[in-house]
C-alpha cells in the first residue's frame, strides 16, 4: 500500500548536519520520506548512516539543520516520536543478564501500545528460544531480538540499521516477509544497509550517502531502468580494440578474450560494430544495484 | 520517574549492593567486638604511651585516634566508623552513583534505553532515586548494625561520658561533702589533675602545642618537659623564667614565637596558681573535668577494683540508676545522617563523573582518587589547629564527629553545605546529559 502524502511527511530532514567536534558526521543531509513508503539508505560504512539515523532518534544532537518525524522536531518531542517508531540498531547490545523474554518484556513495558503476546509470536516466527540468556546468544539470534524488540509495539515508522547483518538466509527471508506485511498495513520504513541486493529487494527509493553527504535520492525503478547495460563479449580471436573508444563506453574491462564493459550509449552503434567481429559468445544483462552504486562511486572520485 | 527502568535498576545494582552492606555491617559489628579486647589493661597501656610521644599524637590525631576517646564505645565506634564505614560507604556511593549512566554507555545499552520513549530527565531522576533508595537502605543497615554491635559489647568498666542533670547534682554535692572520697574512688591523685592540665600548660608556654613546629622538637626534649611537668609544673616554670633564653633554643622557638613563649610564660604561672586554687576551694570542679575529659579521670584500668554499682552505692545513688550513658542515640543518629549526607555528596560527584567521562573510562581509578584525597586533606587538616581551614576543601570535613562535644546537634550550615552541594552537582549533571551526545 503506497500512499503518497506530499503534505505530511513521515521523515523530514533539512540541511541536517553533524560534526563530531571538527570531524565530520554528515553535511547538508536532506530527506523526505512519505507515509507507507520503504525508504532505502545506501552508502558504505563510515558515511554517515548511522550518524543520520542517531541524530533522527536524538541520541545525539544535530549541529545545525533541523528534522521532523510525525511533522514533531526531533530535537523537542523525542519523547512522543519514540513512542511510535521501532529502532533496530546496527549493533546489538544488550542487558547481558537477562533472558530474552525479560529484555523484550523489559522493552515493551517502556511503550504505550505494546502488546506483550507478541513477543512470543514473533519468537516462534524467528525460531528463537526466549529462556536464553542474552549473552549467551549467537549474533544472528540476538539480531532477532532486536528484530522482535523493534517490531512489537507495532511502530508506525521503523527505523532498521542494517538490520539483516548476522541473519541467514532464511531469517532473512522472514524477516522481509514481516517487513512487507508491516508495510502493507501502513508501517513506514527506512531501512539502511551497505548491501544494495537488499535494499534492491526492498525498497521503493533510494538515498545514496557518502562521505556525509547525499549524493542522490531516486527511485530504484528508475535506477534499474537508466540506459546502463552490462555487456560481456567473448571474442574467438582478437579482441576488436575499437569496440573500447565507442561513445557510451564505461569501465571496460580485459580478461584474455573477454571484454566487460558498462554500456549507456546507442545501442545500434554496438550492434554495428560487433557485426565486423568474429564474437564466440556475448550477454547483455541488467546491472544490480551494487554496479551501479560502484559506478557512482567512481564518478564522485573522478569529480573530486 | 519511570517505575520499569527502576526495578531494572534495582535489579541490575541488587548484587553489589547486597554484598556491600553485607561487608559493611560485619564490619561494624566486628569492629566493635574488639572494644572488650581493647578495654583491657596491658593494651591500653601500650596505646596511652605511644598517644605521648609527640610525633606520634600528631599522627594519631589525623587518623582521628584518642585514647580519651576510644575509652567509650560510641567513640571507639567513631574510629571504626571513619576507616570503614565513612571510607568505605563513600566509594561504594561514589562508585555506584559515577556507573549510573556511564554504565549503559559502557556496555554499549546506552543506545537501547535512549531510544524508550522516556525523556532523559525521566531516566536521570529514576535512576538517581534508585540510587537515593540504595543509599538510605545502606546507612539505616549500618547504622543498626552500629547500634546492635554497641548494645552487644558495651561493657560497665567503660568510660562514662555523659553524666545526667541531677546525678552530677548529686555526685558534686557528695563531693563537696567529701573530696578525698571521691578522689579515692576514683584513684586521683594530684599529679592527674597535673597531667589534665599538662596539655594546656603547654600551649601556654608555647601558644600551641599542637603546632607543626612541635614535631621539629627534639623528642628527648619533649619527654623532658613533659616529665618537668608532671613532677611539678611550677619548679618547671621557674626554671624557664630563670633562663627563657635556653629553653627557647631548645624548643626551638624564634620570632613571634620567642616573644608568645616570653609571654605565655609570664601568665602561665597565674593561670596555674588560679585553676589550682579553684580546685581546691571547689572539688565539684572535678565532675566538669570529669565530663569534659573523662579518659583523663576515670581511667577504667584504675577503677577496676570499684565495680560502677559500688560507687553507685558510695554516692548514696541507687546501683540500678542510669547514671553513665554508654552512647548517647539521638548523637548518634544525627552522626549517622550527617554520614548519609557526605554519602550522597560523593555520590552527586559520581553522577557527575557518571555524565562527563567517556564511556566510564577510568571510574574506578577516579572515583578512588578523589575519595582517598578528600578523606586524607580532612585527616592532614586535622593534625593542628592551624591546618583545620584548609580541611574545609573536603566535604569529609563537614561531617563532624565529635559525638562527645556536650553540644553536638545537627548544625544547619553542614547540612545546608551537603544538600547544597548535592543539588548543584545533581543540577550540573542533568544538564550536561541533557545537552551531551549519546555515545553508542
Not at chain 1, 512519505?34 to 544532537?61: C, D, M, Q, V, Y
Not at chain 1, 532486536?146 to 521503523?158: G, K, M, N, V, Y
Not at chain 2, 602545642?209 to 621557674?238: C, H, T, Y
Amino acid at each position: 500500500m503506497k500512499i503518497d502524502n506530499d503534505i505530511n511527511p513521515v521523515i523530514e530532514t533539512k540541511a541536517l548536519t553533524k560534526y563530531y567536534g571538527k570531524a565530520r558526521g554528515i553535511e547538508n543531509v536532506n530527506i523526505r520520506i512519505n507515509k507507507g513508503e520503504i525508504f532505502g539508505f545506501i552508502g558504505p560504512n563510515g558515511a554517515g548512516k548511522s550518524t543520520t539515523i542517531r541524530t533522527l532518534l536524538g541520541l545525539i544532537f544535530p549541529s545545525s539543520g533541523r528534522g521532523e518525524i510525525f511533522g514533531l522536531d526531533i530535537v523537542k518531542n523525542k519523547g512522543e516520536i519514540r513512542n511510535r517508531i521501532g529502532y533496530m540498531p546496527s549493533d546489538v547490545n544488550y542487558y547481558p543478564a537477562l533472558t530474552c523474554r525479560e529484555l523484550l518484556a523489559y522493552s515493551a513495558r517502556f511503550c504505550r501500545n505494546a502488546d506483550p503476546g507478541r513477543i512470543g509470536e514473533l519468537a516462534a516466527c524467528f525460531e528463537l528460544d526466549l529462556a536464553r540468556k542474552f549473552s549467551d546468544l549467537s549474533m544472528g539470534n540476538k539480531k532477532k531480538v532486536t528484530i522482535i524488540q523493534a517490531f512489537l509495539h507495532s511502530p508506525e515508522l521503523l527505523i532498521l540499521d542494517e538490520p539483516t547483518t548476522g541473519l541467514d538466509p532464511l531469517m532473512q527471508k522472514r524477516f522481509f516477509d514481516l517487513l512487507h506485511k508491516e508495510n502493507k498495513k501502513g508501517t513506514t520504513v527506512f531501512f539502511s544497509s551497505h548491501t544494495l541486493s537488499e535494499v534492491q529487494k526492498l525498497c521503493e527509493r533510494v538515498a545514496i550517502i557518502r562521505e556525509g553527504t547525499i549524493i542522490k535520492t531516486e527511485d530504484v525503478k528508475d535506477l534499474r531502468a537508466r540506459q546502463i547495460k552490462k555487456v560481456r563479449i567473448d571474442f574467438r580471436d582478437r579482441m576488436d580494440g575499437r569496440i573500447e573508444t565507442l561513445d557510451g563506453v564505461k569501465v571496460p574491462q580485459h580478461n584474455g578474450n573477454t571484454l566487460s564493459f558498462f554500456f549507456s550509449g546507442d545501442i545500434n552503434l554496438l550492434i554495428r560494430q560487433l557485426s565486423k567481429c568474429n564474437v564466440e559468445n556475448m550477454e547483455i544483462m541488467e546491472p544490480d544495484l551494487e554496479e551501479i552504486f560502484l559506478h557512482y562511486y567512481e564518478k564522485g572520485e573522478e569529480a573530486s | 520517574m519511570n517505575l520499569n527502568l527502576c526495578m531494572m535498576e534495582f535489579r541490575r545494582q541488587r548484587l553489589s549492593f547486597v554484598i556491600w552492606t553485607a561487608s559493611l555491617s560485619v564490619l561494624v559489628i566486628l569492629g566493635l567486638a574488639f572494644y572488650p579486647m581493647v578495654m583491657q589493661k596491658d593494651f591500653s597501656a601500650v596505646v596511652d604511651m605511644i598517644t605521648r610521644v609527640p610525633v606520634m599524637k600528631g599522627l594519631m590525631a589525623a587518623f582521628n585516634f584518642d585514647l580519651s576517646r576510644i575509652g567509650n564505645i560510641a567513640s571507639f565506634y567513631i574510629i571504626y566508623n571513619s576507616i570503614y564505614v565513612i571510607l568505605a560507604g563513600c566509594l561504594y556511593s561514589i562508585y555506584t552513583a559515577s556507573r549510573l549512566l556511564s554504565r549503559e554507555e559502557e556496555q554499549k545499552t546506552a543506545e537501547f534505553l535512549f531510544t524508550r520513549p522516556i525523556s532523559r530527565m525521566t531516566i536521570f531522576f529514576s535512576k538517581a532515586a534508585v540510587y537515593l533508595a540504595l543509599m538510605i537502605v545502606l546507612n539505616a543497615v549500618i547504622a543498626l548494625s552500629g547500634i546492635a554491635g554497641m548494645e552487644l559489647f558495651k561493657s560497665e568498666e567503660s568510660l562514662i561520658t555523659w553524666v545526667s542533670e541531677p546525678v552530677k547534682a548529686k555526685m558534686a554535692a557528695a563531693f563537696r561533702q567529701n573530696p578525698s572520697q571521691f578522689q579515692e574512688y576514683f584513684q586521683l591523685s594530684e599529679k592527674d589533675y597535673i597531667l589534665f592540665y599538662a596539655g594546656k600548660m603547654m600551649s601556654l608556654f608555647t601558644g600551641s602545642m599542637a603546632r607543626q613546629k612541635d614535631f621539629k622538637v627534639d623528642p628527648r626534649v619533649m619527654k623532658e618537659l613533659i616529665d618537668g611537668m608532671a613532677d611539678d609544673p611550677f619548679i618547671l616554670l621557674e626554671k624557664m623564667r630563670a633562663s627563657p633564653e635556653e629553653y627557647g633554643k631548645k624548643m626551638k622557638l624564634s620570632g613571634r614565637d620567642y616573644e608568645d613563649f616570653l609571654k605565655g610564660i609570664k601568665q602561665a604561672g597565674f593561670e596555674l596558681e588560679a585553676m589550682k586554687k579553684s580546685l581546691e576551694a571547689d572539688p565539684s570542679q572535678y565532675v566538669e573535668i570529669f565530663e569534659m575529659e573523662p579518659g583523663r579521670i576515670l581511667d577504667p584500668f584504675k577503677t577496676r577494683q570499684y565495680t560502677l554499682s559500688r560507687i553507685l552505692s558510695r554516692f548514696g545513688l541507687d546501683p540500678g540508676t542510669r547514671v553513665f550513658i554508654y552512647y548517647r542515640l539521638d548523637n548518634y543518629l544525627i552522626l549517622s545522617l550527617y554520614i548519609f549526607l557526605l554519602m550522597t555528596c560523593m555520590g552527586s560527584i559520581g553522577l557527575l563523573l557518571s555524565v562527563l567521562l567517556k564511556r566510564g573510562k577510568s571510574t574506578v581509578g577516579v572515583c578512588m582518587g578523589i575519595t582517598i584525597a578528600f578523606y586524607f586533606i580532612n585527616s592532614l587538616s586535622n593534625i593542628a589547629p592551624r591546618t583545620a581551614g584548609f580541611g574545609y576543601i573536603s566535604p569529609f570535613k563537614f561531617v563532624n564527629t565529635d559525638i562527645l562535644d556536650p553540644a553536638y546537634g545537627l548544625d544547619w550550615w553542614r547540612v545546608t553545605y551537603f544538600a547544597g552541594l548535592v543539588i548543584v552537582l545533581g543540577g550540573l549533571s542533568l544538564f550536561v546529559l541533557k545537552k551531551k551526545d549519546i555515545l553508542v
